[in-house]
Structures are given as C-alpha cells and as structure tokens.
C-alpha cells in the first residue's frame, strides 16, 4: 500500500513511503493551522528525549514496578483494551501520538495503528522507527473524507489538554472545539464495526479556569498562587484544562460515557518519575544541558518559563500534589452512538 504524502501547512516533516501493514491513507487536507504554542513546547520538550523522557502522559502503577515505564505499559495496556484493540487487523488511530509508543503496542498486538501529530520532531521520531503517522491537527480529518469510516479505535492520550487555548474561551468557541473533535472521532470510525470506542485521557479542573489569568505573564502572578501555577502551565505547555463532566456534555450526540477512572495517583507517580530522570539529567548529561542551551538561545521566553515552570515552580508536578490536587486525570470511555441526533 502507498501512503501518499500531500499539503501540510508547512511542516518540515519528511515524507516516508508507505509499506506494508500500513493504511493507504493520503496526507489529510489542510484546514487548521496547528498552534505555533503547542509545537512549540514538544520541539523544546524534545530536549528531554535525551535523558529518556518519551512517553508524556499518565501511568498506572503496581506496588512491584520500580521504572516510569512500567506505570506507562499498564496505562497503554487498559486503553488498548478499552478501546478493543485485540485482534490482529484492528483499525486503530490515536490523536497526538508523542514518540509513537502506543501505537508500537498496538502494532504488536496485530493492529493496523496510525498517528496524527502536530509536532514534527515527534513525527520524525515515530516514522524513523516505522510507524504510520501524520504530521497535521486532529481537526484537519473533519475534511478529509478519505480518513472517514476506516477506524474501529480511536484514542487520544494526553493531547486533548492543548486542543483549546485560553483565546478559544474567551471567544466562547471550547464546547464547538470539544464537540467537533467528538464528531470527527465519530466520523473516522467505521459504522459497520460493531460496538466502536473512543477513548480519552485528559486533566480536568474542579472550577472553570480564568482564561485571562493564563494570559498574564506568569512572573507578575503572587508567588505561590495557583493562578501563577496554571499561568506558568499554559505558557510553557500551551492549552486549557476542560472542567469535570464537560466532555460528557459535548461528547452528545456522537458518543456516550461508557466508562471512567480517575488516573491522578498515577500521573503524579509518572511525574515523579520523569522529575527524578530530568535532575539526573542535568547533572550528568552533556547532551541535555547543551540542548537546553540551544533552546534558550534560540526560545528565551518559553524555554526560561519552561525552566522555571519545571525545575523551580514545579508546576507540573504540584498539579498533582496535596490531598486535594488541584487537576484530576480521568481516563474515559465514550461509547459511539450509532445514530446522531442533531
Ligand atoms: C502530552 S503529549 C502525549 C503524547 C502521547 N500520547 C503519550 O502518551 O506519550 C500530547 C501530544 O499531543 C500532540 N497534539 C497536541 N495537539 C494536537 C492536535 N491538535 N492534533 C494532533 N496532535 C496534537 C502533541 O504534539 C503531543 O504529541
């Protein structure tokens, strides 16, 4: 089969032929431009790809496991599982695909499996060990009827927290943009499969965020807030957290809830993990610490807030912290509809 390469919106992403086991999908059409934001924090978190830091999302962990990636197999396991992902041929597609490795577990389990990716260095990566994956937005396969009805599967790990910005809310826009990536996960499925699932993974937030403090620079915030915390979040990491039992709203008419888990623990152990790995990277890889000193020459505000952010502030991590965290990871199920009722 023959992967045919199209438009992009410029991405430097290298074309690779399709081969076997692969979708004869082409390059989706070009409808939205990616947010220069998001590409932005994955080509400077590829500096962490140096000290071992591949996988970006939630894990699941066992009293026994001792590595990051333990957490992160279980995690991939029980969406794999979720979303059917068990015969041999399985037509799977996941939104923001990061170094690709679900979709090699889904390839191991037989499955025909595909990324699509805003990050080309990501893209490169993942086509580099011979995965299917596309460098666009999620939003572009709305029109790009050659990609509609040919999955059984779709996942979205960890993508969905960057889908909307804090201007998207201040137009009033993040219900469309939520429930229009519910009806282009509908519509990539395939309606002759029976019993088709979509499954998320994303942090929520208890109260609607104020997009205008995320747009405040983070260092003009009170030290130690949480408006400073989410502040310094968006400005490194790029996005907005949906608010609990929102998805759930926006998923009618094209899916409903089937299933969900609350991931919290989980993430905050992988985090830990990943802490742990990038402070021994800095002090014992070259290639870390000259890829971060590229990076501020060449990204001085978001590498300066990412440093901050991560190694003084501890954003990330403090998401996650206190008896009361102030994000909750859920991980969801959402049934497709087979009729959609507008
Ligand atoms: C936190 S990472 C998770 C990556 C991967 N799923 C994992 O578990 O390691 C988020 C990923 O979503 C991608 N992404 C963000 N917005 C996207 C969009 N609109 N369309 C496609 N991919 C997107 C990013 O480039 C990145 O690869």
């Known amino acids: 089969m023959v992967v045919v390469q199209g438009k992009t919106h410029g991405t430097p992403c290298r074309a690779k032929a399709g081969s076997l086991g692969q979708m004869a999908l082409p390059q989706p059409n070009p409808r939205i431009k990616p947010s220069k934001s998001v590409k932005l924090c994955y080509t400077l978190m590829y500096v962490a790809e140096t000290a ?80 299917q994956v596309y460098c666009c937005t999620y939003r572009d396969l709305l029109e790009s009827p050659e990609w509609h009805g040919q999955f059984d599967g779709v996942i979205a790990n960890g993508s969905l927290e960057h889908w909307v910005q804090p201007e998207d809310v201040k137009a009033g826009k993040m219900n469309e943009i939520y429930n229009e990536s519910f009806a282009i996960a509908h519509k990539v499925m395939d309606p002759d499969t029976p019993d088709t699932r979509y499954v998320t993974t994303a942090l929520h937030v208890k109260h609607a965020l104020n997009p205008d403090d995320l747009l405040i620079p983070w260092y003009r915030l009170p030290r130690g807030s949480n408006r400073r915390q989410f502040s310094l979040l968006h400005q490194w990491f790029s996005g907005y957290y949906p608010v609990l039992g929102q998805l759930e709203v926006c998923a009618k008419p094209f899916f409903s809830l089937e299933k969900e888990v609350d991931g919290t623990l989980g993430y905050k152990i992988a985090s830990e993990y990943r802490m742990t790995r990038m402070w021994r990277g800095l002090y014992t890889n070259p290639k870390l610490v000259w890829g971060i000193a590229k990076a501020l020459v060449r990204h001085p505000y978001t590498t300066a807030t990412s440093l901050v952010g991560y190694f003084i502030e501890q954003a990330w991590d403090w998401q996650f912290r206190g008896k009361e965290p102030p994000t909750t990871l859920l991980r969801q199920t959402w049934k497709r509809n087979a009729q959609v009722l507008l």
């Open 52 to 131: 071992g830091i591949r996988e970006l999302a939630d894990g699941e962990y066992g009293p026994h496991d001792k590595t990051l990636e333990d957490g992160i197999d279980r995690q991939i396991n029980y969406l794999l599982d979720q979303v059917g992902c068990s015969q041999p041929g399985f037509r799977l597609l996941e939104i923001g695909c990061g170094y690709g490795r679900l979709l090699r577990k889904a390839k191991a389990r037989g499955a025909l499996a595909v990324g699509v990716n805003v990050s080309a260095e990501q893209v490169n990566y993942c086509r580099d060990q011979g995965l």
